[in-house]
C-alpha cells in the first residue's frame, strides 16, 4: 500500500521506517526539515506540504497518518486535511488525542465522506524493531481495508506464549492490534492503557525508592542496609511475578548510573493519565492507584524524590522523554466546549 505519514518525531519517522521495510511507500512531511530528510533517505518520498502529500498520493482512496502531539497541532493538521482530501479517503489519527475529539473530528469529517480512524500506538522509540501494539477506533470497513498497514506496524506472535482457548480464533490481538469499536473507542483504550502505565510505573518508583533509603540515619543501626539497586532490578526481571518492560528500562537506567544523577525527577504527565481519571469521575469508578499516581507527577514538579528520578529515567527509556521539553498541562480541542457542557453531560 501506500500511505502518507504527517511529524517524524520519536516515533512517525521509525513508522514510516517500519511500513518501508514492509514494502509500503510513504510520503512523509513534517515542519523539521532535518527529520524530513533524514527519512527521505531511508527511502521515503519527502513533501513540502499536506498538499503536496495529497497529490503525490495520487487516486483515491488515500490514506495519511498522522503522528503528532495531541491538540492543536493534530486538529490544525486533520481540518487542513479535511479541505484536501476526497470521499473515501482516510485520516489515521496515531497519537494520543483526546477521544471526544476523535468523535468530533469524525462526524465533521464524514460530511464530505471523508474516513477518520483513531489508532493508539503503544511501543515508543523501540517500536521500529519490537513492533507497535495498536488499538483502533474507527469505521469496521476503513479499518479493515488498512489492515496491511496494521499488520505491517504490529509486532506479531513473537515469542510470547499463546493464551489457553485462543488456538483456532481471531488472532489480530494476539498479532498486537485490535479494532477496538467505533470512532474513539481506540484513543480510549489507549488512554485508559497509559494510566495503567502510570500506577505502574509509580508502584516501581516508591518501591525503588524504600529500597534507596534503607540505609537512613533515622532507622536502628542493625536495620539499615546499603542495597545494591542495580542488582535487586536485574533479579526481579528473572523469574519474578513483577518483571516487565517497565522494570528493563529501569534495570537498565540503574545499570547506568545508580544514583539516576542525570535525572532531576520533574515529571510531566502527557495528558492520558489526567483523561483517565476524568473518565473514572464520569463514570463513577474508583480509581484509587491511578488519581494518586497522576497527583504524584503534579507533586514532582515541586519537590524531588529518587523515586521521581526513577520515573523520569523509565519514561525516557521507552519514550525517549526528556524532561523540561515537553508541554505543561496539555488540553484537548474540545475541553473548552467540554466544559460549557459539563452539567449537560453529568445529568445524562
Known sequence: MQIGVVGLGRMGGNIARRLMSAGHRCVVFDADAIAVEAVRRDGAQAVASLAEMVTALGDTPRAVWLMLPAGKVTEDAVNALGGLLEPDDVIIDGGNSFYKDDIRRAKQLAENLIRYVDCGTSGGVWGISRGYCMMIGGPKDAVQ????????????????????????????????????????????????????????????????????????????????????????????????????????????????????????????????????????????????????????????????????????????????????????????????????????????
Open 145 to 348: 481495508r488498512l489492515d496491511p498497514i496494521f499488520a505491517a506496524l504490529a509486532p506479531g506472535l513473537g515469542e510470547i506464549t499463546r493464551t489457553p482457548g485462543r488456538e483456532g480464533g481471531e488472532t489480530k490481538a494476539e498479532h498486537g492490534y485490535i479494532h477496538a469499536g467505533p470512532s474513539g473507542a481506540g484513543h480510549f483504550v489507549k488512554m485508559v492503557h497509559n494510566g495503567i502505565e502510570y500506577g505502574l510505573m509509580q508502584a516501581y518508583a516508591e518501591g525503588f525508592d524504600i529500597l534507596r533509603h534503607k540505609d537512613s540515619a533515622d532507622l536502628p543501626e542493625d536495620e539499615r542496609f546499603s542495597l545494591n539497586l542495580p542488582d535487586i532490578a536485574e533479579v526481579w526481571r528473572r523469574g519474578s511475578v513483577i518483571s516487565s518492560w517497565l522494570l528493563d528500562l529501569g534495570a537498565t537506567a540503574l545499570m547506568k548510573d545508580p544514583h539516576l544523577a542525570s535525572y532531576s525527577g520533574f515529571v510531566q504527565d502527557s495528558g492520558e493519565g489526567r483523561w483517565t481519571v476524568e473518565a473514572a469521575i464520569e463514570e463513577a469508578i474508583p480509581a484509587d492507584v491511578l488519581t494518586a499516581a497522576l497527583y504524584a507527577r503534579f507533586r514532582s514538579r515541586e519537590q524531588h524524590s529518587f523515586g521521581d528520578r526513577m520515573l523520569s529515567a523509565m519514561r525516557f527509556g521507552f519514550g525517549g522523554h526528556l524532561e523540561g521539553k515537553e508541554p505543561i498541562d496539555p488540553e484537548p480541542a474540545s475541553r473548552a466546549s467540554d466544559r460549557a457542557t459539563g452539567t449537560k453531560h453529568a445529568a445524562e
